[in-house]
Nanobody, 122 residues
Framework: VQLQASGGGLVQAGGPLRLSCAAS????????MGWFRQPPGKEREFVAA????????YYVDSGKGRFTISRDNSKNTVYLQMNNLKPEDTAVYYC????????????????WGQGTLVTVSS
């Protein structure tokens, strides 16, 4: 599985941004998908994850009520809608794929996208 993340950019605090992650291959629906981020000078951290069919999702506490993860298996794409962005959301965002079951631990994931930079100005 190859992953291509996009949609990052510069946004003012309080604004929205939608990230996309397009996957190659015919077995996208067999992968739990996650979004992670790495703020400047910090470790990579979990943001959100979604189950194979999109029926279950899980979020970092700071993202609850602001972020929504979704997927379209017909398009081999997972999305992260981010609203009410804050300067502390500034990071490189990565999508990742794990066979069958998502987790919140980056080391559990098998495939990673290249990352897309999100910068939130105050």
């Amino acid at each position: 599985v190859q992953l291509q993340a996009s949609g990052g950019g510069l946004v003012q605090a309080g604004g929205p941004l939608r990230l996309s992650c397009a996957a190659s291959g015919p077995t996208f629906s067999m992968y739990g998908m996650g979004w992670f981020r790495q703020p400047p000078g910090k470790e990579r951290e979990f943001v959100a994850a979604i189950s194979l069919n999109g029926g279950n999702a899980y979020y970092v506490d700071s993202g609850k009520g602001r972020f929504t993860i979704s997927r379209d298996n017909s398009k081999n794409t997972v999305y992260l809608q981010m609203n009410n962005l804050k300067p502390e959301d500034t990071a490189v965002y990565y999508c990742a794929a794990r066979k069958f079951q998502f987790t919140t631990y980056p080391n559990d994931y098998d495939y990673w996208g290249q990352g897309t930079l999100v910068t939130v100005s105050s």
